[in-house]
């Protein structure tokens, strides 16, 4: 029988646990990143509403050597440069190409892996090459560095801006647009998953991929370097993307 001392016993001792906890968790540092869950193998929402990918865990990573705690804000892609200026998350890692002018408003932590732009077509297109783009309609997802070079390349008025690359191969399978040019890694993806798309042979621009933090949270920017370093000497950084993108 349990007399109230025990009960009372039992429950002091299931505060404590809880006090416990919560200690435990407030004591832990908070690591927010910002990023667009529509980029696989980079980031996307798997079947458990989980953003996972290669971002998401070489972040959970560096969290885990900085003994902080990993959150993940889900965004637009063109929002991140202000969400990590601003400071509403801390990093950004979103398969995020290091150009001069983003280095303007961001700094850009060292390159942990390299992306490039390249062309989605139909099966039955006729573009073969990107000697052909001139004069087609192209899909980009907004802000990116393909939307950048191709607004550049082939003129404003032959850019159709999509908020993420899936509703860019959604207007391509469509009709709306006769290409998409976005990063090779997720053009992969989305060829695989769906039918009658070719990626074109010819590719358009290689680029670096780097997280970037706020200019003056210099501390966070030295700490994520020496954490994504120690990550790549140990073989981790190749075992994360070695997971996510199998070797041809
Ligand atoms: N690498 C491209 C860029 O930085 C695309 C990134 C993305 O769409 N997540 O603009």
Redesign the pocket.
Known sequence: MLTMKKILALVMVAVLALAMVACGSAEKDVLTMGT?AA?PP?EFVDENNNVVGIDAEIAAAVAEKLGMELEIKDMA?DSLITAVSTGSVDVAL????VTPERAESVNFSDSYAT?IQVVIVTEDSAIASIEDLDGKKIGV?T????DIYCAGDYGEENIARYDN?ALAVAALQNGQVDCVVI?NEPAKAFVEANEGLKILDTEYIT?N?AAAIAKENTELLEKFNKALAELKAEGKLDEIIGKYIKAE
């Open positions: 667009n980029f980079y892609f979103a398969g995020m190409t992306g997802q802000g990116t560095t393909g690359g990063d680029e991929y």
